[in-house]
């Protein structure tokens, strides 16, 4: 299957660590999307990247940062982490116009807990 | 900004029955899409149905179909003889259409069980 991967699919951390959560999308794909799924919310979107540079960004502070890599694949890192980071962070794939075959792929998520 | 609004935060059917689940969105764009998605316990977001703004005709995907309603900027979900494989957290999005990168704005879900 060539869907999006990420990893891990959970992970607990301490207030004030840092973090780093990996996706892989899927085949064809060239833009990844993050988003944020606090317990009982819908998604909202942190980032998206595309060709290495971050093109839009949503209302989220700098301790979330992030990285497309030359094959695709993506990073997001959160500095001093805090309790309310606590949540399922997805990662979703497309092409930059987000149509055509395959649309957006959306992976399981990682569930990071912080302590 | 645009903003999904889902103000049913749990729904329960019978297995066989139909069930309508509602959501409401604003915006001022005239080209948009709007979607409804699956999320089982696996996590993972499964598109279900998918409507453009600029089609009258009602989008269906087998037992699955919506009633658009622009001018009111309404989007429910028909889940017709609904299956036990049915159960999962429901949400509503919406995407532009202008341009790239566009980005989903999600409803706050409804909860649907299904009862054997």
């Known amino acids: 299957d060539a869907g999006v991967t990420q990893s891990p699919t959970h992970l607990i951390k301490t207030r004030g660590q840092q973090v780093t959560l990996r996706c892989s999308p899927k085949?064809?794909?060239?833009?990844v999307s993050w988003y944020q799924q606090a317990l009982g919310q819908g998604p909202q979107f942190i980032f998206q990247?595309?060709?290495?540079?971050?093109?839009q960004r949503g209302n989220f502070p700098d301790r979330f940062s992030g990285h497309q890599f030359p094959n695709y694949s993506s990073e997001l890192n959160v500095n001093a982490l805090l309790l309310g980071d606590s949540a399922l962070y997805l990662c979703?794939?497309?092409?930059?116009?987000?149509?055509?075959?395959?649309?957006?792929?959306f992976g399981s998520g990682t569930r990071l807990t912080v302590v | 900004a645009q903003t999904v609004t889902q103000s049913q935060p749990e729904m329960s059917v019978q297995e066989a029955e139909t069930v309508t689940l509602s959501c409401t969105y604003d915006?001022?764009?005239?080209?948009?899409?709007l979607f409804w998605y699956k999320q089982p316990p696996s996590r993972q977001m499964i598109l279900v149905i998918r409507?453009?703004?600029?089609?009258?005709q009602n989008a269906t995907e087998n037992r699955f179909s919506v009633n658009f309603q622009k001018a009111a900027k309404s989007f429910s979900l028909k889940i017709s003889d609904s299956q036990l494989g049915d159960a999962a957290m429901y949400f509503c999005?919406?995407?532009?259409?202008?341009?790239?990168?566009?980005?989903?704005?999600f409803g706050s879900g409804t909860k649907l069980n299904v009862k054997p």
């Open positions: 979703a794939s497309s092409l930059p116009t987000g149509t055509g075959v395959g649309g957006y792929t």
């Open positions: 085949s064809g794909h060239d833009t």
């Open positions: 990247y595309y060709e290495e540079e971050e093109r």
């Open positions: 915006t001022s764009e005239s080209d948009y899409y």
């Open positions: 409507q453009e703004a600029y089609k009258q």
């Open positions: 999005a919406y995407r532009s259409a202008s341009g790239n990168f566009n980005k989903f704005y």
